[in-house]
């Protein structure tokens, strides 16, 4: 029989100190009775920044493991380990926790460190709680013991040095009593103690080490130096051999994070001597010197595992790509990677992710699903997984914007390159720790954007070094790469190592690597463009706004934004979709897969009466490229799947009359931010052939920059409102989008797809108005059927 703690057996446990904080890895279990992992994973962890899959820190780059235990680097606030396996589900059941901690710097006042309890977000799910600099404090700050609002006195000899905290929580009636002790590590003699009752329902959550209890937690350069002027101060502590046990945990090493974090595969019909060729992408965290630096790949044959070697760890975006030629695509393939991670006293634990490399679809539909623009105040955006997992698709596409710079909080390091990029890693690590389930068993294909390297627009000149950054410190309105190369670098091979091979690999200005290229799947070719890389930059003209990227006036004549030389795709990128659109090898339908859409489709930004006529972030401009890119395409029949927009659009390109080129279809954010809307007859544009369904904002228009466009659908948002998360996404018009490729009808099935619904129910309301559409081929050359 399991039995709860009670006050006097906490005692007891912090007497001997025998508290053991692990179990078995077979899910939910008592961490007090079941001992199996060691209770202190640092001690035996090699130096290194990232702390283990057993934690996620605050943020990644301030700590490291050094000497066997976990220490922060930064003397600013909020720095925080939370722990991944245990959460306070039950705090009736008691609970004790401990761990050594040692003070490393002080500047100033001492803001405190310890731990935090009963830390939760709205929806209490322990990777959202992660970000929640919210709880209870137990721990200590200048001098003294703090426990929650209390706070008592700490033996003063020992307060800087090496201590141990130690706290317990037994229940009393409806309320759980804490106990915060404090100890000399060398003697163990007790150097202050606190009580305090809460309700059991506050310590729900995760728990957490905070070094520097300060509310601070921007980086918000104004309100540091504010914050530095009053007299804030900054504290930072090492911590060791954290235990964790009790029947008020819940235990479940399944949450474990890394070091395998995720994997990410391709498969595509090379049609030359290689024949399929697999790509596969190992993500680890940023390990250390003295970690092992490669993952091995296994697959089953035949029932039984087969090693296909193994491959290096990037050392900058901590990527293992494997490239398997002569790949086996008429059957499902179940693979493992293996990681394993070497230990200070000589042993290794291997570390496993498996999924399957799924059969190239044949003799039926490809099924895709479309996503793009996953800001983190939704995350991990689970009404979305959830949906496109029960979708089951054949392939997975991401079409940027898998980070924002505000992801996980703590602001971004734009230099040097080193640090720039481990900032930028664990803001990807939300995005694999939200989607990983979806692409361990699908093909993914994820494009990088602006936001995916620091940039809240990009036009990159063909990889030109950013040199107005000083002037415009968002990158919002500059042309060129705002990062060093480095970490543009390394963003590029953590969303793209794993697809085809480039179709021409040579890299741009900086050495800035390109991507464009061709996977040809499940009786379908995509073309795989940057359409933003070579783009030329908005100061190259002048338009009327504050900024050199917003033409406001409705007067504004933007015709003469299209001046002679302004690139859009770039030679390179037109050449290679010339040869792509007249290529039909493999494949019997064709899609052109970017970032943004040809067409300036959003009339309001930012507020539901933020009119701009125009926006030179989209991809309608600069005019002549444009067309001439649809122009280009217009023999491939391609449907255009894109994203960025925060605004989910079908429409049709038209370049010498409306209606004669391809269709686009813009997906819904996964959680959008930055609203915008498309509401053309609020501002009195004229349009002709509105489409028989007869709904408002659709029909034959020329865009702000005079481009045709026929819109067909819209997903207008709400203004987001409401304090849950999932509620406000969905208020904001997120979800995602579906397509069906029929390559024997020669159709595209479009859905587009809300944020809180059940996309199996087959409910009409779960889709945007207008949605589903059926597209033939040929419409994607001016033979219209849709009317
Ligand atoms: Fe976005």
């Not at 059940?758 to 059927?785: C, L, M, Y």
Request: with cysteine.
């Amino acid at each position: 029989m399991k039995k709860s703690i009670t006050r006097r057996s906490a005692l007891k446990l912090f007497a001997t100190a025998t508290v053991v904080g692990a179990a078995s890895r077979t899910g939910t279990a008592s961490a007090a009775t079941q001992p199996a992992r060691p209770a202190d994973v640092w001690s035996r962890t090699h130096n290194r920044v990232w702390l283990g899959g057993e934690y996620w820190a605050n943020p990644m780059e301030d700590w490291q493991v050094a000497d066997g235990g976990a220490e922060c680097r930064s003397l600013g606030g909020n720095r925080s380990i939370h722990s991944l396996t245990h959460q306070i589900t039950h705090p009736a059941k008691g609970f004790t926790m401990s761990v050594r901690m040692t003070r490393l710097e002080l500047r100033g006042q001492d803001p405190g460190a310890g731990f935090r309890v009963g830390v939760r977000s709205e929806l209490n799910e322990y990777r959202s709680n992660c970000f929640v600099a919210r709880g209870l404090h137990a721990g200590v700050a200048d001098g003294q013991l703090v426990l929650g609002p209390k706070s008592g006195p700490l033996a003063a000899a020992t307060a800087p040095g090496s201590f141990e905290l130690l706290l317990s929580g037994v229940a009393r009636g409806s309320e759980v009593t804490l106990t915060l002790e404090a100890r000399a590590t060398a003697t163990g003699a007790s150097l202050g103690n606190l009580s305090h009752a809460v309700p059991a329902d506050s310590l729900l959550g995760n728990v957490a080490l905070v070094s520097n209890y300060a509310a601070e937690q921007t980086q918000n350069a104004a309100k540091k130096k504010a914050a530095q002027k009053v007299g804030q101060g900054g504290v930072r502590y090492r911590f060791a051999d954290w235990k964790m046990a009790g029947e008020a945990f819940a235990v479940r090493h399944t949450q474990r994070f890394g070091p395998i974090l995720w994997a990410m595969y391709s498969l595509s019909d090379s049609r030359t001597p290689d024949g399929w060729v697999m790509k596969l992408s190992a993500l680890t965290g940023p390990m250390g010197p003295n970690d092992s630096q490669v993952v091995e790949l296994h697959v089953q044959r035949d029932g039984a595992w087969q090693s296909l070697g193994e491959a290096k760890l990037d050392p900058d975006a901590w990527v293992a790509t494997f490239r398997v030629p002569r790949w086996n695509e008429k059957t499902a393939t179940p693979y493992k990677l293996v990681y394993r991670e070497k230990h200070r006293d000589g042993t290794v634990t291997p570390d496993e992710w498996t999924g399957t490399i799924q059969a190239n679809p044949a003799g039926r539909p490809l099924r895709m699903a479309a996503l793009t623009c996953q800001n983190d105040y939704a995350f991990p955006y689970e009404p979305v997984v959830r949906n496109v997992a029960r979708m089951r698709p054949d392939l997975a596409f991401f079409s940027g914007d898998q980070i924002y710079e505000s992801h996980g909080g703590f602001g971004i390091v734009r230099e040097p390159a080193g640090p720039a990029i481990l900032n930028y890693l664990r803001k990807f690590y939300q995005f694999g720790w939200a989607f990983r389930d979806v692409m361990r068993d699908c093909p993914t294909l994820c494009l990088p954007d602006d936001h995916d390297v620091f940039q809240g627009n990009i036009w990159g000149e063909g990889g030109a070094k950013m040199t107005n950054l000083a002037a415009d410190p968002g990158a919002s309105s500059s042309g060129g790469y705002a990062e060093p190369a480095r970490m543009v670098n390394a963003v590029h091979r953590t969303n793209v190592s794993h697809h085809p091979d480039p179709y021409d690999p040579t890299p741009g200005l900086q050495d800035i690597s390109v991507y464009f290229g061709e996977m040809v799947y499940g009786g379908v070719g995509f073309a795989i463009v940057a359409d933003r890389q070579w783009k030329s930059s908005p100061e190259r003209v002048k338009v009327d706004g504050p900024r050199a990227d917003h033409v406001v006036s409705p007067q504004f004549d933007t015709g003469t934004l299209d001046v002679p030389g302004l690139i859009l795709l770039g030679e390179r990128q037109e050449a290679f979709l010339k040869k792509w659109a007249q290529d039909w090898r493999g494949h019997a339908l064709k899609a052109v897969l970017s970032q943004t859409v040809f067409a300036a489709v959003a009339t309001h930004h930012g507020g539901y009466d933020g009119y701009l006529k125009g926006d030179l972030d989209s991809g309608a401009w600069p005019q002549t490229p444009r067309n001439r890119a649809i122009e280009i395409l217009r023999p491939a029949m391609a449907l255009h799947i894109n994203g960025d927009q925060h605004l989910t659009t079908l429409a049709q390109y038209g370049v010498g009359r409306q209606r004669d080129s391809m269709w686009s279809f813009c997906t819904p954010a996964i959680a959008a931010g930055y609203p915008r809307w498309w509401r053309p007859d609020d501002v009195g544009m004229p349009h002709a052939k509105r489409p028989r369904h007869g709904r408002p904002h659709t029909g034959e228009y020329l865009d702000g920059f005079g481009n045709k466009v026929y819109v067909y659908a819209v997903g207008n948002p709400e203004v987001g409102k409401a304090p849950n998360r999932y509620d406000r996404a969905h208020e904001k018009g997120s979800g995602f989008g579906f397509i069906t490729f029929d390559p024997v009808k020669k159709t595209y099935t479009l859905d587009s797809y809300r944020f809180l619904i059940d996309p199996t129910d087959g409910k009409a309301s779960n889709q945007f108005p207008g949605w589903p559409v059926t597209i033939h081929q040929a419409e994607n050359r001016g033979e219209n059927r849709l009317d």
